[in-house]
């Protein structure tokens, strides 16, 4: 048992702790009204429709970015398509208990240590990683392909325990049911886990595509920097928040663009937030 | 058995894929390693093109940024979890928890696009140059700050309900309550996300190259511009060939297994958390 201390006057402290707490917090609240303000305040002024749907002219100084929002979305919706059935699998392999002989288990273990290692890998480790693999060993060059691929490898975790945590949430009862039914691995997955927890991969799929949107070192090396419109998957496109780091940084004048860029960004990734928050309340609202 | 063979394939190719990161830098950076004599690495200056590759002046400046940035958000997170907790009304505890996930969802490169626009123009006008170790601290701490303090009040909420209830009953003070009550039961849990946001820091590129100022030398004050291990990579790879090249895998390698171990030790010895 510990001894409080009598001494110290406790009021003034806990006062000084409220005082403190009070500041403490402000401090990040303020930095994200500043940060929201400053997109705001410095792109809304080159920021219309005319933004999103023409190309940049003199690399970004002018004009839009369409060519880099249909880059953004091949290489995120390419990560996400090839990562998918890997991370299901994956999942399935971390949550299925019924197969536990020692073996299995210390699999198990394995895996999950090598998933929590891809946690622990920088994005840039990831994007030099993915040059030398993807660009040069397979021969993609700067390119979409290559880009996503990296990009998956690096959502793949996030995707992975995601979907294993709603796959552990399948009411233990059921999961016994199913067992006393004779139902197989495969059954078991087709008819109860896809559908108790629809929700949950849904919900896995929109952190990992927020997570993709927001890269930019892994793809710095891989999917490139040509601001053309992309022709096929082999060619190099630029993301968007690759174009924000080039305009802010190597292109003089093209800060104002560089916010309006930034303002695309932000909303894109709050939309697609409020969107699947919005359509799962009404779910939740239904299912009860 | 088809599908129990796509399950197993798939989870044992998270293992293939974490060998064949760490093969490919250890293969790649051998080249350098065993042309270059060690003490290379840590003496003389930056300059590839005649065969110097000290890489120290990048350790020591990341190393710098993320402390300086650890060393702020410790504090910061601790006192905004309890504030969320103890001092504001269920309505406006909400409403911040809800901003906070919005902000742990904002790319990296705004944060650094706003310490370029905002930050560095307001230090350069209290310290000259701007872009600084000072810059780059400030910019890592709002980064992690979000998801660190929405964790670290998950952990403070998920003390016994009866132990909070039996010290207030007692008519404890906040502070007491605190000390005696729930840090006992929180440190381990706090210990494993700080330890998980620093390898995030150390690990973050973007925000960090467009505020630091990426002058490979050692910094003498907080003022001064810095070089990190991951801006250094940014920075050169794409011109870099042969050791060159292979010097960068080597930096990628030093970058990778510390925050592997940091990952590993929070998982192992610390609580389980989940990072946002």
């Known amino acids: 048992m510990r001894r409080l201390n009598p001494s110290i006057s406790t009021s003034s402290l806990d006062l000084a702790i409220k005082i403190s707490a009070w500041i403490c917090i402000s401090i990040p609240l303020l930095a994200m009204f500043s940060i929201i303000w400053e997109m705001i305040s410095k792109g809304m002024g080159s920021f219309s429709v005319d933004f999103l749907l023409n190309a940049p002219e003199r690399s970004g100084r002018e004009g839009g970015i369409f060519p880099i929002l249909i880059s953004t979305l091949l290489v995120v919706a390419l990560a996400l398509v090839l990562v998918f059935p890997l991370a299901l699998g994956c999942a399935l392999f971390l949550s299925d208990s019924r197969d536990s002989t020692k073996i299995v288990r210390s699999l198990r273990h394995t895996v999950s240590v090598a998933l929590d290692g891809l946690t622990a890998v920088p994005s840039i480790v990831f994007g030099i990683v993915g040059n030398a693999v993807f660009c040069r060993f397979f021969g993609f060059g700067y390119s979409i392909l290559a880009g996503s691929v990296t990009l998956g490898f690096m959502i793949w975790p996030y995707m992975t325990r995601a979907f294993e945590e709603t796959f552990r949430s399948v009411p233990k009862d059921i999961y016994l049911q199913s067992i006393s039914l004779g139902f197989s691995s495969y059954t078991y997955f087709r008819k109860i886990i896809f559908v108790y927890c629809m929700p949950g991969i849904v919900l896995g799929v929109v952190l990992a595509l927020s997570r993709a949107l927001a890269e930019t070192s892994a793809l710095l090396f891989t999917s490139g920097y040509s601001e053309r419109m992309p022709e096929s998957l082999l060619d190099s496109g630029r993301v968007l928040s690759i174009h924000i780091l080039d305009l802010a940084m190597n292109v003089t004048g093209g800060d104002q663009n560089a916010y309006a860029s930034g303002l695309a960004l932000v909303v894109l990734i709050l939309a697609i937030n409020g969107v699947f928050s919005a359509t799962f309340a009404l779910f939740r609202k239904s299912l009860n | ?276």
């Open chain 2, 1 to 276: 058995m088809v599908f129990k063979a796509y399950t197993l394939a798939s989870g044992l190719f998270a293992i293939v894929a974490i060998a064949i990161i760490l093969c490919l830098l250890s293969v790649d950076s051998f080249k350098v390693l065993s042309s270059v004599p060690p003490g290379a690495f840590v003496a003389g200056i930056w300059n590839p093109s005649s065969g110097e590759y000290n890489l120290l002046p990048m350790v020591v400046g990341g190393l710098a940024a993320c402390s300086g940035s650890l060393l702020l958000v410790t504090p910061i997170s601790l006192l905004s979890a309890l504030a969320l907790h103890f001092l504001f009304p269920r309505w406006l505890a909400v409403v911040i928890r809800k901003i906070f996930e919005i902000m742990s969802g904002i790319p990296s490169v705004i944060f650094g696009l706003w310490g370029l626009g905002f930050l560095v123009p307001e230090i350069n006008r209290m310290a000259p140059p701007g872009a600084s170790l000072m810059a780059a601290a400030l910019v890592l701490s709002l980064m992690v700050l979000p998801s660190t303090i929405l964790l670290t009040a998950q952990a403070i909420n998920d003390v016994p309900k009866e132990q909070m209830v039996a010290s207030e009953s007692l008519g404890m003070s906040l502070f007491n309550r605190i000390r005696v009550v729930l840090l006992p039961f929180t440190w381990t849990r706090i210990g494993s996300i700080l330890c998980l946001q620093f390898a995030r820091t150390l690990g973050e590129t973007m925000a960090v190259v467009m505020v630091a100022g990426n002058i490979p030398a050692f910094p003498t004050s907080v003022f001064d511009p810095i070089r990190t291990l991951t801006g250094h990579i940014a920075l050169e790879m794409p011109y870099a060939e042969g050791l060159h090249r292979s010097s960068l895998m080597l930096s990628g390698l030093m970058l990778c297994l510390p925050s592997l171990v940091l990952f590993y030790l929070a998982r192992r010895y610390l609580a389980r958390v989940r990072l946002i």
